[in-house]
């Protein structure tokens, strides 16, 4: 699977968006874009995927750049509890049982 | 909407002992994998299956086994337990190759 860059932190205001970027220069034309968040050792929480096209959910949008070497997910009214650590993973979708590769991730903080 | 279910949530173990953690996935869902967690570091995957076959694997150590049963719910069986298996273990579960969803792990402290 493709290596990721994201920055080690950011801080956000509460109520305002919140922009994690995503580097993915080396991703495979069959790999997906996933975002997953955790708080504070709690199991990982899915929040959205996409391959090319820009994707919105309840949680968030993902930006996909044309050439897909990058990505944003976009949480548009941050909340203290969306404190947590977001992980940008790229992953093969075929195969059953694929694993997804956790790598760093943006330690997301909320001020109010 | 039903998640997945991991027990126990906390296990206090000896070194040298053994331990069995338990995962029961989404219903439908027929994919399993296991992931360490350990202290300040990010999930490690471990292992994973699919219609109760192994299909994917980590950097599980020879002393950890691991099944899936035909009901689809999963075991990690862990052997010879060391102060380093101490780690938060999670299991998520998917239908097929889809979106995978974690549980609320099981904490294990090796003494």
């Known amino acids: 699977d493709a290596k990721t860059t994201q920055p080690t932190s950011m801080d956000c205001a509460e109520g305002r968006a919140a922009n994690l970027p995503c580097n993915h220069s080396?991703?495979?034309?069959?790999?997906?874009v996933y975002w997953y968040r955790q708080i504070h050792s709690q199991g990982p929480q899915y929040i959205i995927h996409?391959?090319?096209n820009n994707e919105t959910n309840e949680m968030a949008s993902l930006i996909i750049t044309e050439d897909r070497k990058s990505s944003t997910l976009i949480l548009p009214h941050a909340t203290l509890r969306d404190t947590a650590v977001y992980y940008c993973?790229?992953?093969?979708?075929?195969?059953?049982?694929?694993?997804?590769?956790f790598g760093g991730g943006t330690r997301l903080m909320v001020k109010p | 909407a039903a998640g997945v279910i991991q027990s126990p949530r906390h296990l206090i173990k000896e070194k040298r002992e053994t331990a069995t953690l338990k995962c029961y996935p989404i219903?439908?869902?027929?994919?399993v994998y296991w992931y360490q967690q350990g202290p300040g570091q990010d999930p490690q995957f471990l292992i994973s299956?699919?219609?109760?076959?192994?299909?994917d694997k980590g950097s599980i150590p020879d002393r950890f086994s691991a099944q899936q049963f035909s009901d689809y719910h999963s075991e990690l069986n862990m052997s010879s337990l060391e102060l380093g298996d101490s780690a938060l273990y999670f299991c998520?579960?998917?239908?097929?190759?889809?979106?995978?969803?974690f549980g609320p792990g099981t904490r294990l402290t090796v003494l």
């Open positions: 998520a579960s998917s239908p097929q190759s889809d979106t995978q969803y």
């Open positions: 080396t991703i495979s034309g069959n790999e997906y």
């Open positions: 996409g391959l090319k």
């Open positions: 993973i790229v992953r093969v979708y075929e195969n059953a049982g694929n694993m997804l590769t």
């Open positions: 219903p439908r869902h027929d994919t």
């Open positions: 299956f699919y219609e109760k076959m192994q299909s």
